[in-house]
C-alpha cells in the first residue's frame, strides 16, 4: 500500500474526486465529460428516431395509430417518474458502479451482498442485450437499405449474412470506443446534432413531402385503433407500449459514466431527467407526423415488401431517393446509438470487475496505459454480445427477444435499489438533486409501473403461438438470471463465500476519522471535512 494526498490525474484533488473517494474509490479516469456532454451521452443513448424505427412493429399490430400517439403519451409520465427516482440516487452516489453499489449501500446488511449481486448481474444483461438489440436493428435497417435502393424492394438476405453485418458493426463498435475519453466525450456533439437533426426532419419535413394520397386526416391519425395481434384491444394496446418504454430506456447511462462527468453529482441526475423529457417530446412528435405520414393501409405498411414498417412509410411518403437518403440517415443514427451504449456498458462492467462480481475481474479491471480507457472490458462486452447475437440461429421469435428482454432486465436492476431506499433503515442523504416530499409518492409510482410491465412483456405477441413464435423474454432473462444466481452459490467458488458488495480501493481519513466503506448515507456528512486517501494497488 502507497500513501498520497492527491490524485494521480491532478495536481489537487477536485470536489468530484473527493465525493468519489468518500464512495470508497479513487480517481482512476479523465472526467472529460462536460454538463452538456453527459446530457448529450443520455439523449444519444436514447436515440429517439432509430430507436423508434427499431421497435415500430411493436406498436402498428397492436393498436395502429392510436397506440403509436397515445400509447407514447401515456407511458412517458411512468418513465418520468422512474427517471427522477434514479436521478435522486444518482446525485447522492456518482460511482460508475451505480444501481448495485446504491443496492449495497441502503439494503439491510442480511441481504445487501445477494441483493446487490443480483442488480449488478442484471444491470449487466441489460446493457448487453440493449447493445447486441440495437445492432441487430441496425444490421436489418441495412438490409432495408438495399431493398429500397433495388427496383422491386425483393432483396432477401439469409440468417448467416444478417449475422455477418451485425458481427461487423460490434467489431467496429469496439474499436472506436476503446479510444480516449476526451474523444469519446467531444464526439457527443455530433451524435446530438444528428439525433436532434434527424427527429426534426421527421417531425417537419416528412408531412410537407409527403404526397395527398399517404397523408391521413386527424380523425384516422389520432383515433384509429387497428389490431392486427389477436388479442383483446385492450390487452393489444398494453403491448404497443413496448414501443415508448424501449425507446425512452438505458437513460441509466449516464450514471454509467459519473467518474468521467465533471460535477457529477449534479450532471448526471439533470441529464438523466432532461434526456428522458426531451425524448418524450420529440418522440411524441415523431409518432403524431408519422400518423399522419403512413396512409390507411395499417396492414400495408406492416408487411410490406422492405421489410420494416418506417422503410415503407418513408417509401410510400417520399419515394425511393428521399426515402433511401433519410434511412441513411437513420442507420447513422442507429450506428451511433449502439456505439454509446457499447461505452456506457464497458463502464458497468468495468465497476462490476473493479468488486470483483465479475469471472475473470483479475484481467477486466484494468485501464489501458494508452487510452487510460477500459479496453479490456469494451472487448469482453463485444464478444459477449456477438455470443447474444447466435439466438438470430435459434428463431427470429429468440433474437427479437433481445428486445424486450432490454426492458425487463433494466426494470429488475431500477426497482431494486429505489425500493431498498424506502423497505429497509438506512439514514440515505440526498445529494444536490432532491425531490423532497415527493420522493416517496414518486418511488411508488415507479415501481409499480415496472411490475406491471415486467409481468406484460412476458406474453407472446399472439395468443395463438407455437414453440418456435413463443416470447422467449422470460427464457433467454430466466436463463441468464438462473446462471447469476448458481453462480453465486455455487459450492467452494460461488460469490457467496467471497463477494462482499462493492470493495474499497481508496482509503479516505476525514478530519482523523477513517470512513465506513460502504455507507452513501454518511456521504454528506463527512464532506465538510479535509480529505487524504491512501490508495490500495489492486
Not at 470 to 482: A, C, E, K
Request: hydrophobic share 50%; aromatic share 14%.
Amino acid at each position: 500500500m502507497r500513501a498520497s494526498a492527491i490524485s494521480k490525474l491532478h495536481p489537487q484533488p477536485s470536489a468530484d474526486e473527493t465525493t468519489l473517494a468518500e464512495l470508497g474509490y479513487k480517481q482512476e479516469f479523465r472526467r472529460e465529460f462536460t454538463p452538456l456532454e453527459v446530457a448529450g451521452l443520455a439523449f444519444g443513448c436514447i436515440g429517439v428516431a432509430p430507436s423508434i424505427v427499431s421497435v415500430l412493429f411493436y406498436a402498428i399490430p397492436n393498436g395502429g395509430p392510436f397506440a403509436m400517439v397515445w400509447g407514447w403519451a401515456i407511458a412517458c409520465p411512468f418513465i418520468m417518474c422512474i427517471g427522477l427516482a434514479m436521478a435522486e440516487l444518482a446525485s447522492a452516489a456518482p460511482t460508475s458502479g451505480g444501481l448495485y453499489y446504491w443496492t449495497y449501500s441502503l439494503a439491510s446488511p442480511r441481504c445487501r451482498n445477494f441483493l446487490s449481486w443480483i442488480v449488478g448481474y442484471s444491470n449487466t444483461i441489460e446493457i448487453i442485450t440493449g447493445v447486441a438489440s440495437v445492432n441487430w436493428a441496425c444490421a436489418i435497417q441495412i438490409t432495408a437499405a438495399i431493398r429500397i435502393a433495388s427496383s422491386d424492394q425483393e432483396f432477401a438476405t439469409t440468417t448467416g449474412q444478417l449475422y455477418g453485418i451485425f458481427a461487423a458493426l460490434v467489431f467496429s463498435h469496439a474499436i472506436l470506443v476503446s479510444f480516449g475519453t476526451k474523444v469519446l466525450a467531444r464526439i457527443q456533439r455530433l451524435y446530438t446534432l444528428v439525433n436532434g437533426c434527424l427527429c426534426f426532419i421527421i417531425i417537419i419535413a416528412l408531412p410537407i413531402a409527403t404526397s395527398s394520397e399517404y397523408r391521413n386526416s386527424a380523425s384516422f391519425a389520432l383515433g384509429d385503433f387497428t389490431n392486427l395481434s389477436g388479442w383483446p384491444s385492450g390487452f393489444a394496446f398494453i403491448l404497443s407500449l413496448m414501443a415508448p418504454l424501449y425507446t425512452i430506456g438505458g437513460f441509466d447511462a449516464s450514471v454509467h459514466m459519473s467518474e468521467e462527468a465533471s460535477n457529477a453529482a449534479s450532471a448526471i441526475p439533470w441529464a438523466i431527467a432532461s434526456s428522458i423529457a426531451l425524448a418524450a417530446v420529440l418522440g411524441w412528435g415523431i409518432n403524431v407526423s408519422l400518423a399522419f405520414c403512413m396512409g390507411t393501409d395499417v396492414s400495408g405498411v406492416l408487411n410490406g415488401p422492405i421489410g420494416q414498417p418506417m422503410a415503407q412509410i418513408l417509401f410510400n411518403a417520399l419515394g425511393q431517393r428521399k426515402a433511401l437518403g433519410l434511412w441513411c440517415l437513420i442507420i447513422s443514427a442507429e450506428y451511433m446509438v449502439a456505439s454509446n451504449c457499447l461505452l456506457v456498458g464497458s463502464r458497468q462492467t468495468f465497476a462490476f470487475a473493479r468488486d470483483g462480481a465479475l469471472p475473470f475481474s483479475r484481467y477486466l479491471y484494468r485501464i489501458n496505459r494508452y487510452t487510460g480507457t477500459p479496453v479490456n472490458t469494451v472487448w469482453f462486452d463485444a464478444i459477449c454480445i456477438l455470443a447474444i447475437g447466435l439466438l438470430a440461429f435459434v428463431s427470429i421469435e429468440a433474437i427479437n427477444a433481445i428486445f424486450s428482454i432490454a426492458v425487463t432486465a433494466s426494470y429488475v436492476a431500477y426497482i431494486t435499489p429505489i425500493t431498498t431506499r424506502f423497505a429497509f433503515k438506512n439514514d440515505f442523504k440526498p445529494g444536490p438533486f432532491n425531490l423532497g416530499k415527493l420522493s416517496l409518492p414518486i418511488a411508488v409510482i415507479a415501481v409499480s409501473w415496472m411490475v406491471f410491465v415486467i409481468t406484460v412483456f412476458f406474453f407472446p405477441a399472439t395468443p395463438q403461438t407455437t414453440p418456435q413464435q413463443m416470447n422467449y423474454t422470460v427464457v433467454v432473462l430466466g436463463g441468464f438470471m438462473f446462471l447469476a444466481i448458481s453462480y453465486y452459490y455455487c459450492p467452494v467458488y460461488g460469490g457467496v463465500h467471497w463477494f462482499s458488495g462493492p470493495i474499497a480501493n481508496i482509503t479516505p481519513f476525514i478530519e482523523g476519522e477513517q470512513r465506513d466503506g460502504d455507507s452513501m448515507s454518511e456521504k454528506k456528512d463527512q464532506g465538510d471535512g479535509d480529505i487524504s486517501v491512501s490508495v490500495m494497488d489492486v
